[in-house]
């Protein structure tokens, strides 16, 4: 069966200086992966590269999206193909409210699957209210722009209440986690799981085991210095919290 | 390369206008003057609209003023400007359309292009619809003439009010304010009138639309608004213009006299095509506890020269000024705003947002000033410029006159760029470049266009977006 999405040996350099340097990963709809790293190992270069943005230049390796490599394709391309990046510092655009800001991503998302017609405004409010109730954020909220003057909680889960209405097959998590309280990272969390299923693959990246307590990935894999050293079940995360990525480098290393 | 691709054409901002927006039915004008203006040129014209001595004397003088005045050697370039090339009155109709059947069906159906019937059908109380250098079409609501309420082409106004007209026409803009005004009040054709009586407001916008629709036709309308004590208006002017070989002249005069305690708010959404000199003076009194709003979106022409200006005269007088200017390929926008602090505790507030892109030029020229005597006055000024790419420039020149010292006043500047940062962001939602380029720049104008009624508020965010396709990557 081809994957979802499809890493193959991987390259991505920033400005220059290689990041990435071969990274390999399958993730199938249905499954949550988290990828694990201390800082500077590339977690956000993959992140960046995945979704598209173009600082991040791959040098070589391919990402394939059901067999299509995508490795080329302009960020609003991936994205209505059903590719879905939540930000770990999402940019604020003052002056587009995040409601208006939706009904334009979901048009855009609906016409490259063939649906010329925006869906009718009572539809789309019926549908923000019932995600943002699920991400338990205030009716206000629509009509705010977005991220602008957000705290830091509001940004994350503006960004899983985005995933939320757009419904994408493989959604990559770039340390959600980061910068929440004990409540926030639960709502985010439970947000998240909330849309975990079959119709949807999870790409988690952290820094930190604390998600894990709340996401649970069936395949956990540690990412040193541009590739991924070792790969296994959530055990792998306990393994991590224990022993460090030291631990993991050293073991790696033998 | 054997298999070369044709290169991509430079996307003028204007390209597909035509189509999009600009289309010009042949109507034979049933009278139109020759080119050039002198004292004969003007004083047909004022023959033709069986005008009062006075006015054609007002009109001869003006012509006088317009002569002596040099060409303003500031703002944009004017040098291509032959006046001598234009033709000043054109009238496409005898009558006046009193009722929407009456409207002949070539000026219907340029209508029917620009959506005004059904915009009627909404929230229209009146429509003075200028069609080339007369209006053809005025009709009011009746409640708004049981009110009181006098909405008329300026034309109209001056036959049928003869009294009111002639105490507050010039008064407020007199012929020798500048070149252009002077210009107008020598050759002014249609317009609107609106009087308010005391304590009467207006529900719903009052709106004109505004066409050039002749090549080489100047447009020189008038329009003259009297806001009674503690009355309100909305005006609402929506300009939209075909697409021309040659070169258009417009250079209107708007006088807004707005008494105590009355408010008004003159919106304008000015869309000319790129070939069209813009050169309007726009200006409103406002008497004691009075507040004049000008609301002033520039998108279109190839030179726009226009400060919408309040002078505060009463005390506690207040004023707005919301300024968008947007100037793409071959344009030049110089907009801004003035207000005169001439009475104590008066308070005004200035917001302008300015955008170039494709080597267009947009600014900021204001002044500020606040006479000997006027102590409590307040002023905010604020000043934001978007730059879309490296060709384009944006300029900011406040000017500030303060001879009080116990004045409060502020000014403050931004110049950004769409970063790559949003537009990846909004990208990755799947968003194409362009309209995500068209969403930053709608955002960034948001605070204006908020004020606006919503159907133009639309339309304004539809023209950003058009201007926007194409131009990114």
């Given at each position: 069966m081809t994957p979802t999405l499809h890493i193959k040996d991987l390259h991505v350099a920033v400005e220059g200086k290689p990041i990435l340097k071969g990274?390999?990963?399958?993730?199938?709809?249905?499954e949550i992966h988290a990828i694990m790293g201390p800082n500077g190992s590339g977690k956000s270069t993959l992140a960046n590269a995945l979704m598209g943005n173009p600082k991040y230049e791959i040098t070589s390796g391919q990402v394939l999206f059901?067999?299509?490599?995508?490795?080329?394709?302009?960020?609003?391309?991936?994205?209505?193909?059903?590719?879905?990046?939540?930000?770990?510092?999402?940019?604020a655009i003052p002056g587009v409210s995040v409601a208006n800001f939706l009904r334009m991503a979901l048009q855009a998302r609906r016409k490259a699957a063939g649906d010329e017609k925006p869906l009718?405004?009572?539809?789309?409010?019926?549908?923000?209210?019932?995600?943002?109730?699920l991400l338990r954020v205030d009716d206000s909220f629509?009509?705010?722009?977005?991220?602008?003057?957000?705290?830091?909680?509001?940004?994350?889960?503006?960004?899983?209440?985005?995933?939320?209405?757009?419904?994408?097959?493989?959604?990559?998590?770039?340390?959600?986690?980061?910068?929440?309280?004990i409540d926030a990272l639960r709502i985010v969390s439970e947000g998240v799981n909330a849309l975990a299923g079959p119709d949807l693959g999870v790409l988690l990246i952290t820094h930190y085991q604390r998600i894990l307590n709340y996401i649970k990935p069936q395949f956990v894999h540690v990412l040193v210095d541009g590739r991924i050293v070792k790969s296994?079940?959530?055990?792998?995360?306990?393994?991590?919290?224990?022993?460090?990525?030291d631990g993991i480098r050293e073991a790696s290393a033998a | 390369m054997s298999d070369q691709q044709p290169q991509q054409p430079v996307l003028d901002i204007r390209e597909g206008y035509k189509e999009k927006f600009g289309f010009h039915d042949d109507i034979a004008p049933v009278y139109k003057s020759r080119k050039g203006l002198d004292p004969e040129v003007v004083s047909t014209i004022s023959e033709m609209k069986k005008e009062p001595a006075w006015m054609r004397e007002f009109r001869l003088?003006?012509?006088?003023?317009?002569?002596?005045?040099?060409?303003?050697?500031?703002g944009g370039r004017l040098s291509d400007i032959d006046f001598q090339d234009i033709y000043y009155y054109l009238k496409p109709v005898d009558e006046q359309g009193r009722t929407w059947e009456d409207v002949p069906a070539d000026i219907k159906r340029t209508f029917d292009k620009l959506g005004i019937p059904e915009a009627e059908q909404k929230f229209l109380s009146g429509v003075g619809a200028q069609y080339d250098s007369e209006t053809v079409y005025h009709k009011i609501k009746e409640s708004l003439s049981a009110q009181g309420v006098i909405f008329l082409d300026t034309g109209s106004a001056l036959e049928q009010h003869p009294d009111l007209f002639r105490e507050h026409f010039g008064t407020v803009i007199p012929p020798s304010d500048n070149k252009f005004a002077a210009l107008n009040s020598a050759t002014w054709s249609g317009g609107s009138f609106i009087y308010v009586p005391k304590g009467v407001k207006v529900e719903l916008p009052l709106q004109a639309y505004f066409r050039i629709n002749a090549q080489n036709m100047g447009q020189f309308e008038r329009t003259l608004i009297i806001v009674d004590e503690g009355a309100f208006v909305h005006y609402v002017e929506g300009c939209t213009a075909p697409i021309y070989a040659t070169d258009s002249l417009h250079a209107a005069v708007v006088e807004i006299v707005v008494k105590k305690g009355g408010r008004c708010r003159y919106t304008t959404i000015q869309n000319w095509s790129n070939n069209v000199y813009n050169l309007v003076t726009k200006r409103a009194m406002a008497h004691e506890d009075a507040t004049m709003e000008w609301v002033d979106a520039n998108l279109g022409?190839?030179?726009?020269?226009?400060?919408?200006?309040?002078?505060?005269?009463?005390?506690?007088?207040?004023?707005?000024?919301?300024?968008?200017?947007?100037?793409?390929?071959?344009?030049?926008?110089?907009?801004?705003?003035?207000?005169?602090?001439?009475?104590?505790?008066?308070?005004?507030?200035?917001?302008?947002?300015?955008?170039?892109?494709?080597?267009?030029?947009?600014?900021?020229?204001?002044?500020?000033?606040?006479?000997?005597?006027?102590?409590?006055?307040?002023?905010?000024?604020?000043?934001?410029?978007?730059?879309?790419?490296?060709?384009s420039r944006s300029d900011t020149y406040p000017y500030m006159e303060i001879e009080e010292d116990m004045v409060s006043i502020g000014h403050e500047a931004t110049v950004s760029k769409i970063g790559d940062e949003q537009l990846f962001y909004l990208m990755s939602r799947g968003i194409p470049e362009d309209e995500a380029a068209a969403m930053v720049v709608s955002g960034f104008i948001e605070p204006i266009t908020k004020e606006l009624p919503m159907e133009y508020a639309v339309e304004m965010n539809r023209l950003i977006q058009l201007q926007m396709e194409g131009s990114v990557g």
């Open positions: 990274l390999s990963l399958s993730v199938n709809k249905g059901h067999g299509e490599d995508i490795s080329e394709w302009a960020a609003d391309e991936r994205g209505r193909k059903g590719l879905f990046l939540a930000f770990q510092y999402p940019t009718p405004p009572k539809e789309f409010r019926k549908l923000m209210k019932e995600k943002m109730a629509a009509g705010r722009y977005i991220n602008d003057g957000f705290s830091g909680g509001e940004k994350k889960r503006a960004e899983i209440l985005q995933m939320a209405m757009l419904r994408p097959e493989i959604a990559v998590l770039d340390e959600t986690d980061s910068g929440l309280d296994g079940g959530s055990e792998l995360a306990h393994e991590l919290e224990a022993h460090g990525y | 003088k003006s012509l006088e003023h317009f002569e002596r005045k040099p060409m303003p050697t500031w022409s190839k030179l726009t020269m226009k400060y919408p200006s309040v002078y505060m005269v009463g005390r506690g007088a207040h004023a707005e000024i919301l300024s968008i200017a947007f100037a793409g390929k071959g344009q030049h926008q110089d907009a801004g705003a003035k207000v005169v602090h001439a009475a104590p505790d008066t308070t005004s507030n200035v917001m302008s947002k300015s955008i170039s892109k494709d080597g267009g030029r947009a600014g900021y020229r204001g002044l500020v000033k606040v006479t000997k005597g006027s102590g409590g006055c307040k002023s905010t000024v604020k000043c934001d410029a978007l730059i879309l790419d490296e060709d």
